[in-house]
């Protein structure tokens, strides 16, 4: 999960975490405090499925589950597509952690992250066949920038990666090394 010449912010922090309550691919309801009542949460937002750089990425974070929930903690992924988009990307990728849906992008939008593609790329996005209309319930040009998070038990957020370069991820070391931290 190379840095290709982008904007990269890690960093180190001690705010409080917006608070949500989104749908997982079963359809449940999970709000943030009741993923913290179990412990500390890495959060993470990804763009969709459709995202050769996004499904690289959860599939280093599942190679990694073990050592996160190892330190008492819950992953969590949030794109903006629909339940069943995040079903069929659970189930096809073997994800043993949530994957939650934000349509309308309402918390990437709460955690600074949401941002409309232009014209151009959503042309784009259209001919590549990608059909985000469908996929994110109606809105297609709204999406996350790639952001991980860790939260501690308190709902303080910790640590933060976040980049304006699709092609870049937090490493699954570095979140681990947050963790760490925590105590």
């Excluded at 959860?58 to 629909?82: E, F, G």
């Excluded at 790329?121 to 001919?127: E, I, M, Q, R, S």
């Excluded at 790639?146 to 980049?163: E, K, S």
């Amino acid at each position: 999960m190379a840095v290709f010449g982008s904007s990269v912010r890690i960093m180190r922090s001690s705010v409080p975490a917006p608070a949500f309550s989104l749908p997982s691919a079963t359809g449940q309801t999970v709000p943030l405090d009741d993923l913290l009542a179990a412990g500390p949460v890495v959060l993470t937002f990804y763009r969709g499925a459709w995202c050769p750089c996004c499904n690289i990425a959860l599939r280093a974070l599942q190679q990694h589950h073990t050592d996160i929930t190892a330190r008492d903690a819950r992953l969590v992924a949030v794109s903006p597509q629909i339940p069943d988009e995040s079903l069929s990307l659970t189930e096809k990728r073997h994800l043993a952690f949530d994957v939650l849906s934000d349509i309308g992008s309402d918390t990437a939008k709460q955690y600074g992250l949401a941002f409309d593609l232009p014209d151009d790329l959503a042309t784009v996005h259209d001919k590549l066949g990608f059909d985000l209309q469908r996929v994110n319930g109606g809105h297609p040009r709204t999406l996350p920038l790639p952001a991980t998070y860790v939260i501690d038990r308190a709902g303080t957020v910790r640590w933060a990666f976040v980049t304006t370069d699709y092609t870049t991820r937090a490493e699954p070391a570095d979140i681990l090394a947050a963790l760490d931290t925590l105590g």
